[in-house]
């Protein structure tokens, strides 16, 4: 029971495909980045 | 004809890639041994049995681990994708293979066996003034030579496509293994050097002292490119292999070759960042290298982007709403996603803590800790090692003739997850105890009953509880190996190769003018090593004698 290759789910004139979920998604791993920075930056600072 | 041909991997090169995997996987075995016995010495409940030294075992653990397993994986997986996607190899450079495979195994048995006999308990990172036993810097020696037999096999078969192409854009799989293997020969040239020049003469007593400063610099000229040299291939996997298996086109050729040509250009120059509590390194040159370490951040993270974005686009195709609808839309129940997306969740607080660790002064908090430790088992020992388990569980019944039947990669995923829970307590407990100071290499000790020291005592029984549970993982992931080479069901497992959207741009042919990016990368490196190697040199305090310390 192959199905038909051929049938496209892509219909013509369809918007551009959206990449607000990968963006903020890059946007959340680089605010994990800076906090996680600061507070060893404040252990640093705190110690030395 | 031709593109039959080319969708699987030939048997004959199958079998070279085969014997690369089982030196790889016999690895896992040994260190993941070694390992387990490591977390229980160090909770303080264990001692080993007589004979053997902590140090002895924490050599072979890093050996096997580090050194071994990644360098035979990469070599055997570069080769599959190499023949997978630009035709078969020819005798000649299957031959070439063959070389190298043999001469790295005959390194790899000097090297094991002056570990063996408590002759090489140097760490593996062979620093000096710690000195071994001249066979086990020769054993290393080999291991280099054989990997630029298997890296040239890579080389020409690239060149022969290109010329059997009219040097058409290479394929994206082919052109990622060059960048690689380019990587590793030029960096790998460091630790030749340093091999042969400075510690074979002075471990065989021609030589009665050595330039401890010169060695460890060519040491991490060669071991940051070394941490690229396994991540590259994960993200081969994650560019252009993971797409396919969830049902996606690659998001954008050209953004996949640019961040493999930044990687190229940005990892060597850049080794510092290890010395940055040495001596004998003006801070001038080690402010340098940090700024061009923070430039891998930028295709580190167009890296991300391009990942969230296949998986985004996929999940919009699919019907998904919202911000994170996506997201419900991947294949969950495929292990030949769940692994190597657990590898790159991984990945952000790995690569949290290098930034943390590459930050100049701020490297004097975590320097020489247990935090280190707990690092490079995100990075290396769960990101880079989960994507090639993810990787293991198609291409090794793709080249043996069988398939990955639904028992198996429902016990896969369940190796994963293992893995997951196991590291994220052992590599926890590991950042939160370097934080309050704990030292790495040390095995299980009270510091004369310090208050400070008490403190890292729960930590240290933690990394035990998460390490046993690694263990298992690893006694799984044998267990499915073993299995898919040897008696899964025959049949047809596909090696998935992503293709890139229709709507992508035409990539730039500037990609592959190699002589503008090698120019580049020894620009680069003349730029940032040699003012301060010409100081280590003629600077250099009196050289040091061997010590052997255990
Ligand atoms: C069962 C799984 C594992 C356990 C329980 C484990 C445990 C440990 C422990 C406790 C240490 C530090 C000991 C010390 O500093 O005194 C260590 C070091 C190390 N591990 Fe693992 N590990 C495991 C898997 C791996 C894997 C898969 C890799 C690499 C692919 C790896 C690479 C390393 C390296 C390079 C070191 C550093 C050795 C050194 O400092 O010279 N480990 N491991
Ligand atoms: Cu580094």
Redesign the pocket.
């Known amino acids: 029971m192959a199905q038909p290759e051929t049938v496209k789910k892509q219909k013509k004139g369809e918007e551009e495909p959206s990449f607000k979920g990968a963006f903020v998604s890059v946007l959340i791993v680089g605010l994990f980045i800076i906090i996680t920075w600061f507070g060893v930056f404040i252990l640093f600072n705190y110690r030395f | 004809m031709k593109t039959a041909s080319r969708l699987k991997v030939d048997q004959r090169d199958a079998k070279l890639v085969m014997a690369h995997f089982y030196v790889a996987f016999i690895s896992?075995a040994i260190?993941?041994m070694?390992?387990?016995l490591?977390?229980l010495v160090?909770s303080g409940l264990f001692e080993l049995p007589a004979g053997i030294g902590?140090y002895q075992l924490?050599?072979l653990?890093?050996v096997v681990?580090?050194l071994v397993?990644?360098t035979y994986f990469i070599m055997g997986f570069q080769i599959a994708a190499v023949s997978r996607t630009s035709g078969t190899l020819t005798a000649v450079q299957r031959k070439l293979g063959w070389t190298g495979f043999i001469i790295m195994t005959i390194g790899t048995a000097m090297a094991a066996i002056m570990i063996l006999l408590n002759e090489a308990s140097v760490?593996?990172?062979f620093y000096a003034p710690l000195q071994a036993h001249a066979v086990f810097y020769l054993g290393l020696a080999f291991v280099i030579v054989g990997s630029w037999f298997g890296s040239a096999v890579i080389l020409l078969k690239y060149r022969q496509w290109r010329k059997e192409n009219n040097k058409a854009v290479s394929p994206l799989l082919t052109f990622m293994a060059v960048v690689n293997s380019i990587m590793w020969i030029v960096a790998t040239i460091g630790v030749a050097a340093t091999v042969l020049l400075q510690l074979l003469p002075w471990s065989l007593g021609l030589v009665e002292t050595i330039n401890v400063g010169v060695s460890r610099t060519l040491f991490w000229y060669f071991g940051h490119p070394l941490v690229y040299f396994?991540l590259l291939p994960a993200y081969m996997a994650w560019y252009v292999i993971i797409p396919k298996i969830i049902g996606a086109k690659i998001f954008s050729d050209s953004l996949a070759r640019f961040s493999f040509i930044l990687f190229l250009l940005f990892s060597i120059p850049v080794g510092f960042h290890h010395q940055l509590m040495e001596p004998g390194i003006d801070a001038t040159w080690k402010f340098l290298q940090v700024v061009l370490t923070f430039i891998v951040i930028i295709p580190s993270l167009m890296t991300a982007f391009s990942l969230f974005a296949t998986f985004e686009g996929y999940g919009r195709s699919q019907g998904a709403k919202g911000l994170f609808g996506w997201l419900k839309k991947l294949p969950w129940k495929d292990a030949r996603f769940v692994v190597p997306f657990i590898g790159m969740v991984a990945f952000i607080p790995g690569g949290a803590g290098g930034i943390i660790n590459a930050s100049n002064q701020m490297n004097q908090v975590v320097h020489n800790t247990?935090w280190?430790?707990g690092h490079?088992?995100l990075t290396?020992?769960?990101t880079?090692?989960l994507t090639f388990f993810g990787i293991s569980y198609w291409l090794v019944p793709h080249l043996t003739g069988r398939i990955l039947t639904k028992e198996m990669n429902n016990l896969a995923i369940t190796q994963g997850v293992l893995w997951f829970v196991?590291?994220t307590i052992?590599s926890g407990a590991?950042h939160a105890a370097g934080l309050l100071g704990a030292?790495?290499?040390?095995?299980f000790s009270e510091y004369g009953g310090s208050s400070v020291a008490a403190d890292w005592i729960p930590y240290q029984v933690a990394?035990g509880i998460?390490?046993?549970i690694?263990?298992l993982?690893?006694i799984l992931m044998l267990y499915i190996f073993i299995n898919l080479a040897f008696f899964s069901p025959k049949g047809e497992q596909d090696f998935p190769v992503g293709e890139a959207g229709h709507e992508a741009e035409k990539t730039p042919k500037v990609f592959e003018n190699w002589k503008i990016w090698i120019g580049i990368t020894v620009a680069l490196i003349l730029f940032a090593y040699t003012i301060p190697f010409i100081d280590l040199i003629q600077n250099a305090p009196p050289g040091s004698k061997g010590y052997k310390l255990w």
């Open positions: 896992l260190g993941g070694a390992g387990l490591q977390v160090r902590y924490l050599t653990h890093g681990l580090a397993l990644t760490l593996y990172t396994w247990i280190v430790t490079f088992h290396v020992a769960t880079v090692l196991g590291m052992m590991m030292p790495r290499r040390s095995s990394q998460g390490g046993s690694l263990f993982s690893i």
